[in-house]
């Protein structure tokens, strides 16, 4: 499976148009594909990349929680039960 870290490795522009998107300067962007895109600007990058990775591929282990509105669209992976009740309870 590809990593979503390709888009930042694109000679096309994308880390440029993701910043005026997201008013942030490139520098702030380029930590991304080592720190992890925050939750608030996943949604901006999901836009920018047009769906080409979803907000589930950035954040693989908790974005059932952060954006329960997901679970179920098409494509987007099946959350473990003991997934959703473990970290939901610790919560």
């Known amino acids: 499976m590809t990593s979503w870290n390709v888009l930042f490795e694109r000679r096309d522009g ?3 148009r993701l910043g005026r998107r997201l ?3 490139r520098q702030t962007i ?3 594909p080592t720190k992890g895109i925050p939750i608030p600007y996943c949604a901006g990058v ?3 990349c047009k769906g080409e990775y979803r907000r ?3 954040r693989p282990a908790d974005w ?12 987007a992976p099946e959350p473990a039960p003991a ?9």
């Not at 059932?64 to 494509?75: R, V």
């Not at 997934?83 to 919560?91: D, F, P, T």
Request: aromatic share 14%.
């Open 14 to 16: 994308f880390q440029a």
């Open 23 to 25: 008013a942030l300067s």
């Open 30 to 32: 380029n930590e991304w």
């Open 46 to 48: 999901e836009a920018e």
């Open 56 to 58: 589930w591929h950035f």
């Open 64 to 75: 059932h929680l952060i954006w329960p509105e997901l679970i179920g669209t098409d494509g």
């Open 83 to 91: 997934q959703v009740e473990g970290q939901a309870a610790h919560g």
